[in-house]
Every structure is written in C-alpha cells, then in structure tokens.
C-alpha cells in the first residue's frame, strides 16, 4: 500500500526559507513519478513541482528560481527546498505520486494537469508565510 507522508511545514517571515520532505512506502518509489501541490484556502489546489524518475525537473511559474524539488531514491524521499517565501506561498503542501505517466512527462503533468491525475496522496503539510 502507497503511503506518502509530508514533514517540514511551519511558520516564517517573508524572505524565509523551509525545506518539505515526504517520505514514501509501498511502492518502487524510483519508478514513480512524484509531485508537491499546494491548496491555498479558498482556492484549487496546484501543482507546484514533478519530477521524473531521471530527476529531470519542472516548475509551476510562480515558484521558478525560489523552489527546488529533489529527490533522494535511497531514502525514498522527496524534498521540496523553498527559499525566498512570500506570503502569497501560504497553502497547505501535499506531496502526490503516481505510475509514470506514458503521454508526457511527470513535471508536465503536475504543473499543467488536475491534480485528479493522481492517485497517491500524503495528508499535507502547513506552510504559513508572515510579511
């Protein structure tokens, strides 16, 4: 059975940085590809990040060049660096995976698609970014 489990949210000032992890079991997390979403209240959620099994990467546009996904396959964890946060960043974080995705690639999918597309989900992480 997949299961997804989100660490690291928390309270910080503008210009802060956190680092999300998820760790992932029951699955050959390698072949997988894997996502952070967010969903801010009020709004859809949305994909912020994929990444592929050979960690090519993707971004949602509002977070280029501030965030960072990562991904440790020893340790089946997946990370999300998050530097230079505003508080338009304030969501809940979710991490998601799914089978490979044979139409496109996974960072396409995350960041273009619904989230319905994915059938794994961790139970969600709190960030809160303060000006």
């Known amino acids: 059975q997949v299961q997804l489990v989100e660490s690291g949210g928390g309270s910080v000032q503008s210009g802060g940085s956190l680092r999300l992890s998820c760790a992932a079991s029951g699955y050959t997390y390698s072949s997988y590809c894997m996502g952070w979403f967010r969903q801010a209240p009020g709004k859809e959620r949305e994909g912020v990040a994929g990444?592929?099994?050979?960690?090519?990467?993707r971004y949602a546009d509002s977070v280029k060049g501030r965030f960072t996904i990562s991904q440790d396959n020893a340790k089946n964890t997946l990370y999300l660096q998050m530097n230079s946060l505003k508080p338009e960043d304030t969501a809940m974080y979710y991490c998601a995976a799914d089978e490979p995705f044979p139409w496109t690639n996974c960072g396409v999918v995350v960041t273009t698609t619904t989230p319905e597309n994915f059938d794994y989900w961790g139970q969600g992480t709190q960030v809160t970014v303060s000006s």
């Open positions: 990444i592929d099994s050979d960690g090519s990467t």
